[in-house]
């Protein structure tokens, strides 16, 4: 009698080597049929999101810093991903009860990277959680409206852009109020969690898994309706938070205009080159408005060195950077904390004296 010998499964690394393999090429059925076959040879679904698919979400993004895949071929990999989450969710639907509570997995309110979110969400049904599941960009009315309607035990709140995080502040203090508790997660809120804890989150986890495991192991207490966290933060009442963000637009225009100057190969951009750079310096006002939210330099300077980095994979001169940092510093002359935040991303940018605020 001879006895068949049934091959290994693959492992983790295996799988998300095949999985880049297809989501490079754009191949969503090579994808989707990668995750089937490993669940059918039985590899853990939890490994399958958090150890095959979610390091090749991370590698998508690497790649597109690095200038290596385009926007569009970033934005298809995400798809693909996607469809890979959503064959195995439905292929392992059968395999859980919702035997626990509920809870509400949801991204802040302009906040487009959901996957993040989608993998919390799978992970805690898998683990036997009732899931409502809402995605991505949830304005905060409706998510209270929700939160009313269903009383779930906590709400999972998904941010990846750190510029998100004056409505993540906004969003956790309103889920507060109702007596849900927040449990925060994604790159905006700091490697450490930092963010999450000033701006007054019940709990902080790094990634899915610890997500779930911290709320597996230690239930959160319902919060006071009372406490209002959006009071604690008494920098703000310099009021530079809410006069750059009012000004945006004109301190854009500004910018711009003075660029054709103190950058004279701004004069030879096309008018696509034009609206990008534009587009750049939006972001920075918009990074420059969070860290003054924050009161942390190190948002903003590190935004500017990531910022650099992505220039210069893109062939695009980082020396770029300071004179548009020092002409925003010139139009925000009147603002300390502002000017010490461009002065500190970028050294020549003019300073004014320092004085005492409220």
């Not at 969503?28 to 040879?41: N, S």
């Not at 569009?72 to 292929?91: F, G, K, P, Y």
């Not at 004056?166 to 927040?182: K, L, N, R």
């Not at 948002?299 to 500017?304: D, H, K, R, S």
Request: charged fraction near 20%; glycine fraction near 6%; hydrophobic fraction near 45%.
């Amino acid at each position: 009698m001879s006895t068949e010998l049934r091959a290994a499964p693959p492992t983790p690394a295996e799988l998300a080597t095949a999985l880049w393999d297809a989501v490079f090429a754009g191949d969503e059925y090579t994808a989707t049929d990668l995750v089937q076959r490993a669940l059918d040879d039985g590899v853990d679904p939890e490994s399958v999101l958090l150890d095959v698919i979610a390091p090749v979400q991370f590698k998508v993004g690497e790649e597109w810093a690095a200038n290596r895949m385009t926007v569009a071929q970033e934005h298809a990999a995400t798809a693909i991903n996607d469809r890979a989450v959503a064959a195995l969710s439905l292929h392992a639907a059968s395999r859980t009860a919702a035997e626990r509570g509920r809870i509400t997995v949801a991204c802040v309110d302009g906040e487009w990277h959901a996957l993040p979110a989608r993998l919390l969400a799978e992970v805690l049904r898998l683990r036997g959680w009732r899931v409502d599941y809402l995605g991505a960009q949830v304005p905060v009315p409706h998510l209270i409206a929700h939160l009313h309607r269903t009383g779930p035990e906590l709400v999972a709140l998904s941010s990846s852009i750190a510029t998100r995080l004056p409505t993540a502040h906004a969003t956790i203090t309103a889920c507060q109020a109702v007596g849900v508790p927040v449990v925060a997660g994604g790159a905006a809120f700091g490697p450490d969690g930092r963010y999450a804890e000033l701006l007054g989150a019940d709990a902080w986890a790094p990634d899915a898994r610890s997500a779930a495991d911290r709320i597996q192991r230690n239930p959160l207490d319902r919060p006071d309706p009372g406490h209002q966290p959006i009071d604690d933060l008494p920098h703000l009442d310099d009021q530079e938070y809410t006069m750059v963000t009012r000004t945006r637009t004109s301190l854009v225009r500004a910018v711009m205009q003075g660029l054709d100057q103190a950058f004279p190969a701004m004069l030879q951009y096309s008018d696509v080159q034009r609206e990008r750079t534009a587009e750049d310096v939006a972001h920075i006002v918009d990074f420059l408005a969070t860290a003054l939210y924050l009161d942390d330099a190190d948002l903003f300077t590190g935004f500017i060195a990531w910022t650099a980095g992505i220039l210069t994979a893109r062939g695009v001169p980082a020396h770029s950077l300071p004179p548009a940092l020092s002409l925003l510093a010139g139009e925000l002359k009147d603002f300390p904390r502002a000017t010490r935040l461009l002065r500190l991303a970028d050294p020549s940018a003019p300073s004014v004296p320092a004085r005492n605020h409220p």
